[in-house]
Protein backbone atom coordinates (compact mmCIF):
# COMPACT_ATOMS: atom_id res chain seq x y z
CA UNK A 1 0.00 0.00 0.00
CA UNK A 2 1.45 3.23 -0.93
CA UNK A 3 0.14 6.60 -0.07
CA UNK A 4 1.33 10.31 -1.27
CA UNK A 5 3.71 12.17 1.16
CA UNK A 6 2.65 15.09 2.24
CA UNK A 7 4.65 17.61 4.33
CA UNK A 8 2.34 20.69 5.60
CA UNK A 9 5.23 21.85 8.12
CA UNK A 10 6.01 25.13 5.81
CA UNK A 11 2.85 25.88 5.06
CA UNK A 12 1.05 28.96 5.71
CA UNK A 13 -0.45 27.82 8.86
CA UNK A 14 2.35 25.52 10.25
CA UNK A 15 5.51 28.10 9.79
CA UNK A 16 3.91 30.51 11.81
CA UNK A 17 6.00 31.98 14.65
CA UNK A 18 4.67 30.45 17.99
CA UNK A 19 6.06 33.84 19.43
CA UNK A 20 2.84 35.23 17.83
CA UNK A 21 0.67 33.43 19.92
CA UNK A 22 1.93 34.44 23.70
CA UNK A 23 5.52 33.36 23.06
CA UNK A 24 5.09 29.73 23.33
CA UNK A 25 8.31 28.52 21.13
CA UNK A 26 10.58 30.12 24.23
CA UNK A 27 12.16 28.12 26.50
CA UNK A 28 9.73 27.42 29.74
CA UNK A 29 11.90 26.45 33.22
CA UNK A 30 10.21 26.44 36.59
CA UNK A 31 11.90 27.26 39.29
CA UNK A 32 13.07 23.53 41.16
CA UNK A 33 10.98 20.67 39.82
CA UNK A 34 10.64 20.94 36.13
CA UNK A 35 12.68 20.45 32.60
CA UNK A 36 12.67 23.08 30.49
CA UNK A 37 10.65 23.26 26.99
CA UNK A 38 10.42 24.17 23.46
CA UNK A 39 6.94 23.88 21.26
CA UNK A 40 6.75 23.79 17.71
CA UNK A 41 3.72 23.03 15.62
CA UNK A 42 3.12 20.92 12.49
CA UNK A 43 0.00 20.64 10.64
CA UNK A 44 0.42 16.70 8.80
CA UNK A 45 -3.38 16.97 7.04
CA UNK A 46 -6.93 19.23 7.23
CA UNK A 47 -10.24 18.59 6.31
CA UNK A 48 -13.15 20.83 5.67
CA UNK A 49 -15.47 20.52 3.19
CA UNK A 50 -18.87 22.21 4.79
CA UNK A 51 -19.73 18.77 5.72
CA UNK A 52 -16.80 17.33 7.15
CA UNK A 53 -13.65 17.41 9.51
CA UNK A 54 -11.51 15.59 11.18
CA UNK A 55 -11.78 14.38 15.02
CA UNK A 56 -9.69 12.66 17.77
CA UNK A 57 -6.94 12.80 15.83
CA UNK A 58 -4.37 10.70 18.13
CA UNK A 59 -0.78 9.05 17.47
CA UNK A 60 1.17 6.22 18.88
CA UNK A 61 4.40 5.24 18.41
CA UNK A 62 6.28 1.28 17.33
CA UNK A 63 9.78 2.21 18.01
CA UNK A 64 12.78 1.59 15.64
CA UNK A 65 11.10 0.51 12.68
CA UNK A 66 11.32 4.06 11.27
CA UNK A 67 13.98 5.43 9.14
CA UNK A 68 17.55 5.17 10.17
CA UNK A 69 15.76 3.48 13.53
CA UNK A 70 13.43 6.23 14.37
CA UNK A 71 9.97 5.11 15.50
CA UNK A 72 6.75 4.32 13.40
CA UNK A 73 4.44 7.20 13.96
CA UNK A 74 0.53 6.46 13.12
CA UNK A 75 -2.00 8.40 13.57
CA UNK A 76 -5.74 7.49 13.49
CA UNK A 77 -8.81 10.00 13.63
CA UNK A 78 -12.74 9.92 12.70
CA UNK A 79 -14.71 11.78 10.26
CA UNK A 80 -17.22 13.81 12.06
CA UNK A 81 -20.09 15.50 10.55
CA UNK A 82 -20.18 18.74 11.51
CA UNK A 83 -24.08 18.85 10.68
CA UNK A 84 -25.09 17.16 13.32
CA UNK A 85 -23.32 16.21 17.12
CA UNK A 86 -21.16 13.78 17.14
CA UNK A 87 -21.77 11.65 14.23
CA UNK A 88 -18.65 9.46 13.12
CA UNK A 89 -18.82 7.22 10.33
CA UNK A 90 -15.39 6.13 9.07
CA UNK A 91 -12.26 6.11 10.86
CA UNK A 92 -9.05 6.97 8.76
CA UNK A 93 -5.06 6.71 9.51
CA UNK A 94 -1.85 8.41 8.13
CA UNK A 95 2.09 7.52 9.47
CA UNK A 96 5.29 8.91 9.09
CA UNK A 97 8.57 7.20 9.31
CA UNK A 98 10.90 9.92 10.12
CA UNK A 99 9.32 11.97 13.27
CA UNK A 100 6.81 13.64 11.61
CA UNK A 101 8.95 15.29 8.69
CA UNK A 102 6.85 13.50 6.21
CA UNK A 103 3.70 11.97 6.82
CA UNK A 104 1.25 9.85 3.90
CA UNK A 105 -2.35 10.98 2.70
CA UNK A 106 -4.68 9.78 5.12
CA UNK A 107 -6.58 6.76 4.07
CA UNK A 108 -9.56 4.69 5.46
CA UNK A 109 -8.84 2.48 7.81
CA UNK A 110 -11.58 -0.87 6.47
CA UNK A 111 -10.88 -2.91 9.53
CA UNK A 112 -12.62 -0.22 11.79
CA UNK A 113 -15.24 0.44 9.37
CA UNK A 114 -18.65 0.27 11.65
CA UNK A 115 -20.07 -2.68 12.52
CA UNK A 116 -24.27 -3.82 11.94
CA UNK A 117 -25.95 -4.88 14.99
CA UNK A 118 -29.61 -5.28 15.75
CA UNK A 119 -31.44 -2.73 18.36
CA UNK A 120 -35.19 -2.51 19.04
CA UNK A 121 -35.70 -4.94 15.81
CA UNK A 122 -33.72 -1.99 13.53
CA UNK A 123 -30.15 -2.97 12.01
CA UNK A 124 -28.76 0.22 13.22
CA UNK A 125 -24.18 0.95 12.49
CA UNK A 126 -22.25 0.98 15.34
CA UNK A 127 -18.52 2.40 15.29
CA UNK A 128 -15.63 2.68 17.07
CA UNK A 129 -14.65 5.75 18.14
CA UNK A 130 -13.02 7.93 20.20
CA UNK A 131 -9.59 5.60 19.66
CA UNK A 132 -6.05 5.90 21.30
CA UNK A 133 -3.49 4.15 19.75
CA UNK A 134 -0.51 3.25 23.00
CA UNK A 135 2.51 0.88 22.39
CA UNK A 136 2.17 -2.38 24.56
CA UNK A 137 5.65 -2.68 25.34
CA UNK A 138 5.42 -6.05 26.78
CA UNK A 139 3.50 -7.49 23.95
CA UNK A 140 5.21 -5.35 21.37
CA UNK A 141 1.94 -4.39 19.91
CA UNK A 142 0.63 -1.08 19.28
CA UNK A 143 -2.75 -1.43 20.66
CA UNK A 144 -5.43 1.33 20.54
CA UNK A 145 -8.50 1.41 22.62
CA UNK A 146 -12.07 3.61 22.03
CA UNK A 147 -15.66 2.56 22.42
CA UNK A 148 -18.38 2.36 20.60
CA UNK A 149 -21.48 4.82 19.67
CA UNK A 150 -24.57 3.50 18.18
CA UNK A 151 -27.06 5.21 16.20
CA UNK A 152 -30.72 4.89 14.41
CA UNK A 153 -30.63 2.99 10.84
CA UNK A 154 -30.46 6.76 9.41
CA UNK A 155 -27.40 7.91 11.68
CA UNK A 156 -29.04 9.81 14.11
CA UNK A 157 -28.13 9.43 17.85
CA UNK A 158 -29.87 6.84 19.83
CA UNK A 159 -31.63 8.22 23.05
CA UNK A 160 -30.59 5.49 24.77
CA UNK A 161 -28.11 2.94 23.76
CA UNK A 162 -25.55 0.54 24.76
CA UNK A 163 -21.80 1.41 24.93
CA UNK A 164 -18.67 -0.95 24.86
CA UNK A 165 -14.98 -0.26 25.21
CA UNK A 166 -13.32 -1.26 22.14
CA UNK A 167 -9.67 -1.97 21.22
CA UNK A 168 -7.57 -3.23 18.04
CA UNK A 169 -3.82 -4.01 17.21
CA UNK A 170 -1.82 -2.34 14.33
CA UNK A 171 -0.01 -4.29 11.60
CA UNK A 172 3.13 -2.33 10.94
CA UNK A 173 3.54 -4.45 7.87
CA UNK A 174 0.31 -3.79 6.22
CA UNK A 175 -0.13 -0.09 8.25
CA UNK A 176 -3.70 -1.64 8.81
CA UNK A 177 -5.25 -2.83 12.14
CA UNK A 178 -7.23 -5.62 13.37
CA UNK A 179 -10.79 -6.07 13.15
CA UNK A 180 -11.94 -3.94 16.44
CA UNK A 181 -13.19 -6.42 19.20
CA UNK A 182 -15.03 -5.37 22.76
CA UNK A 183 -13.78 -5.35 25.85
CA UNK A 184 -15.79 -8.04 28.22
CA UNK A 185 -16.99 -7.09 31.56
CA UNK A 186 -18.84 -8.56 33.85
CA UNK A 187 -22.30 -9.51 33.72
CA UNK A 188 -25.22 -7.24 35.08
CA UNK A 189 -26.52 -3.84 34.39
CA UNK A 190 -23.58 -1.93 36.29
CA UNK A 191 -21.39 -1.93 32.98
CA UNK A 192 -23.81 -2.25 29.99
CA UNK A 193 -22.96 1.34 28.92
CA UNK A 194 -19.32 1.64 29.89
CA UNK A 195 -16.65 2.94 27.72
CA UNK A 196 -12.74 3.88 27.15
CA UNK A 197 -13.46 6.53 24.93
CA UNK A 198 -10.78 9.31 24.77
CA UNK A 199 -9.13 8.21 28.20
CA UNK A 200 -5.36 7.82 28.94
CA UNK A 201 -4.29 4.46 30.09
CA UNK A 202 -1.25 3.65 32.20
CA UNK A 203 0.97 0.55 30.84
CA UNK A 204 2.43 -1.50 33.52
CA UNK A 205 5.69 -3.30 32.89
CA UNK A 206 4.02 -6.98 33.27
CA UNK A 207 1.64 -7.16 30.44
CA UNK A 208 -1.36 -5.41 32.80
CA UNK A 209 -2.79 -1.93 31.88
CA UNK A 210 -4.68 0.46 34.43
CA UNK A 211 -7.43 1.40 31.63
CA UNK A 212 -9.83 4.33 33.53
CA UNK A 213 -13.88 3.93 32.02
CA UNK A 214 -17.08 5.78 32.21
CA UNK A 215 -20.16 4.37 33.10
CA UNK A 216 -24.00 4.44 33.31
CA UNK A 217 -25.57 2.29 35.68
CA UNK A 218 -29.52 2.13 35.18
CA UNK A 219 -30.99 5.44 36.80
CA UNK A 220 -27.80 7.09 37.45
CA UNK A 221 -25.78 9.48 36.19
CA UNK A 222 -22.38 8.24 34.63
CA UNK A 223 -19.56 7.17 37.08
CA UNK A 224 -15.70 7.06 36.99
CA UNK A 225 -13.43 3.78 37.59
CA UNK A 226 -10.07 2.23 36.93
CA UNK A 227 -9.69 -1.41 35.54
CA UNK A 228 -6.85 -3.23 35.83
CA UNK A 229 -6.61 -5.49 32.51
CA UNK A 230 -4.09 -7.96 31.34
CA UNK A 231 -2.99 -8.15 27.31
CA UNK A 232 -1.44 -10.79 25.88
CA UNK A 233 -0.62 -9.61 22.44
CA UNK A 234 -3.89 -10.46 20.97
CA UNK A 235 -6.79 -10.61 23.29
CA UNK A 236 -7.79 -7.69 26.21
CA UNK A 237 -8.83 -9.14 29.46
CA UNK A 238 -10.95 -7.40 32.43
CA UNK A 239 -9.64 -8.87 35.23
CA UNK A 240 -10.56 -5.93 38.37
CA UNK A 241 -11.79 -2.35 39.24
CA UNK A 242 -11.32 -0.20 41.93
CA UNK A 243 -13.42 2.46 43.51
CA UNK A 244 -16.13 3.79 42.05
CA UNK A 245 -16.69 7.73 42.27
CA UNK A 246 -20.10 9.26 41.16
CA UNK A 247 -21.37 13.19 41.70
CA UNK A 248 -24.90 13.58 43.04
CA UNK A 249 -26.04 16.79 41.07
CA UNK A 250 -27.60 18.29 37.89
CA UNK A 251 -25.04 16.81 35.78
CA UNK A 252 -24.42 14.27 33.20
CA UNK A 253 -21.67 13.22 35.81
CA UNK A 254 -18.45 12.88 35.32
CA UNK A 255 -16.81 11.14 31.90
CA UNK A 256 -13.37 10.60 29.99
CA UNK A 257 -10.84 9.83 32.66
CA UNK A 258 -7.74 10.52 32.04
CA UNK A 259 -4.51 8.52 34.07
CA UNK A 260 -0.81 8.73 34.48
CA UNK A 261 1.84 7.67 37.07
CA UNK A 262 4.61 10.18 38.59
CA UNK A 263 6.89 9.18 40.70
CA UNK A 264 5.21 6.69 42.29
CA UNK A 265 2.22 8.03 42.68
CA UNK A 266 -1.05 7.54 40.34
CA UNK A 267 -3.16 10.64 38.99
CA UNK A 268 -6.37 10.61 37.69
CA UNK A 269 -8.10 13.83 36.02
CA UNK A 270 -12.10 13.24 34.75
CA UNK A 271 -14.32 16.03 32.63
CA UNK A 272 -17.45 16.93 34.39
CA UNK A 273 -20.30 19.55 32.73
CA UNK A 274 -19.75 22.62 35.09
CA UNK A 275 -15.69 21.80 36.08
CA UNK A 276 -12.99 19.29 36.32
CA UNK A 277 -12.20 17.07 38.65
CA UNK A 278 -8.23 15.22 39.94
CA UNK A 279 -7.28 12.61 42.56
CA UNK A 280 -4.50 10.30 43.37
CA UNK A 281 -3.75 7.24 44.00
CA UNK A 282 -0.76 4.55 45.72
CA UNK A 283 -1.49 1.66 43.45
CA UNK A 284 -3.87 2.87 40.59
CA UNK A 285 -6.84 1.35 41.40
CA UNK A 286 -8.32 3.21 44.96
CA UNK A 287 -8.20 7.04 44.80
CA UNK A 288 -8.82 9.49 47.31
CA UNK A 289 -11.81 11.45 46.86
CA UNK A 290 -12.23 14.09 44.05
CA UNK A 291 -10.92 17.35 44.08
CA UNK A 292 -12.12 20.17 41.95
CA UNK A 293 -9.24 21.19 39.95
CA UNK A 294 -7.47 24.94 40.89
CA UNK A 295 -4.66 27.00 40.30
CA UNK A 296 -2.58 27.74 42.92
CA UNK A 297 -3.62 31.08 43.88
CA UNK A 298 -7.41 28.65 44.59
CA UNK A 299 -9.01 30.07 42.02
CA UNK A 300 -11.05 27.69 39.86
CA UNK A 301 -9.04 26.68 36.95
CA UNK A 302 -12.24 26.86 34.30
CA UNK A 303 -12.06 23.66 32.46
CA UNK A 304 -15.65 22.21 32.05
CA UNK A 305 -17.35 19.59 29.81
CA UNK A 306 -14.38 18.61 28.03
CA UNK A 307 -10.92 16.35 28.42
CA UNK A 308 -7.95 16.88 30.28
CA UNK A 309 -4.73 14.99 29.74
CA UNK A 310 -1.43 14.37 31.16
CA UNK A 311 2.01 15.39 30.30
CA UNK A 312 4.71 13.70 32.19
CA UNK A 313 8.68 13.81 32.32
CA UNK A 314 10.89 12.41 35.07
CA UNK A 315 11.06 16.06 36.89
CA UNK A 316 7.60 17.20 36.43
CA UNK A 317 3.87 16.56 35.81
CA UNK A 318 2.07 18.41 33.18
CA UNK A 319 -1.75 19.08 32.34
CA UNK A 320 -3.14 19.68 29.03
CA UNK A 321 -6.09 21.77 29.67
CA UNK A 322 -8.93 24.03 27.89
CA UNK A 323 -10.49 26.92 30.00
CA UNK A 324 -12.82 29.71 30.74
CA UNK A 325 -11.35 33.18 30.89
CA UNK A 326 -8.59 33.31 27.94
CA UNK A 327 -10.78 35.47 25.88
CA UNK A 328 -12.66 32.46 24.56
CA UNK A 329 -15.94 32.96 24.82
CA UNK A 330 -16.32 32.90 21.28
CA UNK A 331 -15.19 28.97 21.34
CA UNK A 332 -17.57 26.07 21.90
CA UNK A 333 -17.22 25.68 25.83
CA UNK A 334 -13.86 27.97 25.73
CA UNK A 335 -12.10 24.67 23.90
CA UNK A 336 -9.76 26.88 22.54
CA UNK A 337 -6.74 27.65 22.98
CA UNK A 338 -5.21 24.40 24.15
CA UNK A 339 -2.73 24.80 27.64
CA UNK A 340 -0.05 23.15 29.39
CA UNK A 341 1.04 24.12 32.24
CA UNK A 342 2.96 22.36 35.75
CA UNK A 343 1.09 20.59 38.30
CA UNK A 344 2.03 20.22 42.02
CA UNK A 345 1.45 16.63 42.49
CA UNK A 346 1.17 16.95 46.76
CA UNK A 347 -0.98 19.93 46.38
CA UNK A 348 -2.47 18.55 43.32
CA UNK A 349 -3.11 22.45 42.17
CA UNK A 350 -2.28 23.96 38.75
CA UNK A 351 1.02 26.40 38.56
CA UNK A 352 -0.57 29.23 37.37
CA UNK A 353 2.64 30.65 36.26
CA UNK A 354 3.71 27.40 34.17
CA UNK A 355 1.16 28.19 32.11
CA UNK A 356 1.72 28.32 28.55
CA UNK A 357 -0.45 27.78 25.08
CA UNK A 358 0.38 24.79 23.31
CA UNK A 359 -2.06 25.23 20.13
CA UNK A 360 -3.37 28.80 19.42
CA UNK A 361 -7.04 29.59 19.27
CA UNK A 362 -8.33 30.22 15.99
CA UNK A 363 -12.11 29.51 16.69
CA UNK A 364 -12.84 25.65 15.95
CA UNK A 365 -13.15 23.72 19.56
CA UNK A 366 -9.77 21.73 20.44
CA UNK A 367 -10.74 19.32 23.13
CA UNK A 368 -10.86 16.12 21.57
CA UNK A 369 -6.74 15.83 21.91
CA UNK A 370 -4.15 13.10 22.32
CA UNK A 371 -0.86 12.61 24.06
CA UNK A 372 2.29 10.82 22.77
CA UNK A 373 6.13 10.44 24.09
CA UNK A 374 7.75 9.47 20.77
CA UNK A 375 11.45 9.86 22.26
CA UNK A 376 13.16 10.85 25.17
CA UNK A 377 13.53 14.14 23.69
CA UNK A 378 9.95 15.01 22.46
CA UNK A 379 6.46 14.59 23.29
CA UNK A 380 3.71 15.24 21.34
CA UNK A 381 0.04 16.98 22.07
CA UNK A 382 -2.04 16.56 18.76
CA UNK A 383 -5.72 17.52 18.07
CA UNK A 384 -7.83 18.46 15.03
CA UNK A 385 -9.82 21.62 14.91
CA UNK A 386 -13.51 20.59 14.97
CA UNK A 387 -15.43 22.94 12.74
CA UNK A 388 -18.72 22.82 14.66
CA UNK A 389 -20.29 25.96 12.81
CA UNK A 390 -18.72 27.92 9.79
CA UNK A 391 -18.68 30.94 11.65
CA UNK A 392 -15.34 29.43 13.40
CA UNK A 393 -13.71 30.01 9.89
CA UNK A 394 -13.57 34.31 10.77
CA UNK A 395 -11.20 33.39 13.09
CA UNK A 396 -8.64 31.62 11.18
CA UNK A 397 -9.89 27.50 11.34
CA UNK A 398 -9.62 25.63 8.87
CA UNK A 399 -10.18 22.20 9.72
CA UNK A 400 -6.34 21.29 10.36
CA UNK A 401 -5.00 18.63 12.87
CA UNK A 402 -2.79 20.12 15.01
CA UNK A 403 0.54 18.66 16.19
CA UNK A 404 2.62 20.11 19.02
CA UNK A 405 5.83 19.23 19.43
CA UNK A 406 7.12 19.23 23.68
CA UNK A 407 10.62 19.35 22.92
CA UNK A 408 12.35 18.71 26.22
CA UNK A 409 15.52 20.23 27.11
CA UNK A 410 16.42 17.35 28.96
CA UNK A 411 15.96 13.83 28.04
CA UNK A 412 12.76 12.47 29.84
CA UNK A 413 14.11 9.19 31.63
CA UNK A 414 10.68 7.86 31.90
CA UNK A 415 10.63 6.87 28.25
CA UNK A 416 11.90 3.83 28.06
CA UNK A 417 10.26 1.90 25.44
Known amino acids: MTHRRKFLKNTVIGSVSLLHFNSCNSIFTSPGRSS ?22 RVGIIPDIGQQGMPLTVMTMNTHEVTSSDIFKQMFGLHSDDLGKTWTEPYPLESLKPHWIEIDGERSPEVTSDFWPQFHKPSGKLLGIGHTVVYTPDWKLRAERPRDTTYAIYNPTSHSWSDWKKLHMPAGDQFKNAGAGSVQRYDLDNGYLLLPIYFTPPNSSSQVAVLRCHFDGETLTYLENGNKFQINDDTRGLHEPSLTRYENQYFLTIRNDQTSFVTKSQDGLHYEPLRTWKFDDESDLGTHNTQQHWV ?22 NC ?35 VCDVSEDETWVTVAENMYHPKVQEYGSDGSVWVARIQWNRPNQLFTL
Open 36 to 57: GYSIQTDIPTRLYNGQQCWIHS
Open 312 to 333: THHRGLFLVYTRRGANNDHVAR
Open 336 to 370: APLFIAEVDPEKLHVIRESERILIPNKGAALGNFG
